[in-house]
C-alpha cells in the first residue's frame, strides 16, 4: 500500500487551471463556501449531485490527459484530484515547494 502522495506539479496545476477557466475555479470556491468542501453530494433539483463522480472525473480524465500524471493509478487519482484543485485555489502548498 501506498503511503505518500504522488507529486502535484505546479505544471499541472497550471494546466488544470487553464482547463477549468473562470467558470469552473468559480464554481469550486462556490462550493468550498456553501459546503465547506471541494467534493460534497448535494441536492439539485432533488436530485443528487456528487461532485466526485461529475466534476471530479473530468479532472481526473483530464488529468489523465496530460501526460503528467503517468506513474499514478487509479486510487492515486481517485485520493488527490482534490488536492489539485486545492493548489488551483490556493488554498494549500500542494507541490511541496515553499511558497
Known sequence: MKTTRPPITDELIEKTKIFLGEDGLAFF????????EYSPVFM??????PVHLREGMGIR???????????WDAYDFDNNWVFLI?????????????I
Do not use: W
Not at 29 to 36: D, F, N, P, S, V
Not at 61 to 71: E, H, I, P, Q, W
Open 29 to 36: 470556491k462556490e462550493l468550498k463556501r456553501k459546503y465547506g
Open 61 to 71: 480524465n483530464f488529468m489523465r490527459s496530460t501526460g503528467l500524471c503517468d506513474a
Open 86 to 98: 486545492e493548489g488551483c485555489l490556493g488554498d494549500k502548498n500542494v507541490s511541496g515547494k515553499d
Open 44 to 49: 439539485d433539483g432533488g436530485i443528487p449531485h
